[in-house]
């Protein structure tokens, strides 16, 4: 079992920055792809990031590709996501992600391929 503790979110204005972060429990961290997921209201959750758990493979979104970064510390059992040149429609919960059972080099970008899920932290980017 892993728990997933979502932090870092919150209002900013457009153009600006956040540093998502998502601590996880348990020693075998380094074994999980993850991912960050967001859903905005009325809109379906979308994967905007992943990272294998390797740490070797990463994927972005069409949408953040240049201005998100995902990236993972496996000796503080923690994934990031450094979003930059925030705009409007990033506004949404941001979820993070863990697989467990995975191939080394693979990421993962569907929701129903994650086994756990954190509580999810919201981002608010103003106009």
């Known amino acids: 079992q892993v728990q997933l503790v979502e932090s870092g979110g919150g209002l900013v204005q457009a153009g600006g920055s956040l540093r998502l972060s998502c601590a996880a429990s348990?020693?075998?961290?380094?074994?999980?792809?993850m991912g960050w997921f967001r859903q905005a209201p009325g809109k379906e959750r979308e994967c905007v990031a992943a990272v294998s758990a390797s740490g070797v493979s990463t994927y972005y979104a069409d949408s953040v590709k240049g201005r998100f970064t995902i990236s993972r510390d496996n000796a503080k059992n923690t994934v990031y996501l450094q979003m930059n040149s925030l705009k409007p429609e990033d506004t949404a919960v941001y979820y993070c992600a863990a697989r467990n059972k995975v191939v080394s080099y693979s990421v993962y970008v569907r929701g129903d391929e994650y086994d756990y899920w954190g509580q999810g932290t919201q981002v608010t980017v103003s106009s």
């Open positions: 348990g020693r075998t961290f380094s074994r999980y792809a």
